[in-house]
Nanobody, 123 residues
Framework: VQLQASGGGLVQDGGSLRLSCAVS????????MGWFRQAPGKERESVAA????????YYVDSVKGRFTISRDNAKKMVYLQMNSLKPEDTAVYYC?????????????????WGQGTQVTVSS
């Protein structure tokens, strides 16, 4: 399974970005998908996760109400819509996949990882 994240960039405080993650090499729908981020000097943090059907989602408290995770199983894509961005959201964002039921939000439970895309929010 290969994951390719894209959509990062430089945005001002309060702005929006939409991250995309394209999945190839396998059937997409059985995979739980997640977004993680890692800022310089900090541990990798779970941001959001979505179940196989898209019916269940998880968000870390710091992004609730601002970020939305979604997936398109037909296109083998997962998205992270990020609104009201803050400087503390600055990090490299990674998408990840694991063959699992339910929701998974621990980084060590994910099997496949994308290469990361940089998000920088200026104040």
């Amino acid at each position: 399974v290969q994951l390719q994240a894209s959509g990062g960039g430089l945005v001002q405080d309060g702005g929006s970005l939409r991250l995309s993650c394209a999945v190839s090499g396998s059937t997409f729908s059985p995979y739980v998908m997640g977004w993680f981020r890692q800022a310089p000097g900090k541990e990798r943090e779970s941001v959001a996760a979505i179940s196989r059907s898209g019916g269940s989602t998880y968000y870390v408290d710091s992004v609730k109400g601002r970020f939305t995770i979604s997936r398109d199983n037909a296109k083998k894509m997962v998205y992270l819509q990020m609104n009201s961005l803050k400087p503390e959201d600055t990090a490299v964002y990674y998408c990840a996949a694991v063959l699992r039921l339910g929701l998974v939000y621990r980084a060590d439970e994910y099997r496949y990882w994308g290469q990361g895309t940089q998000v920088t929010v200026s104040s």
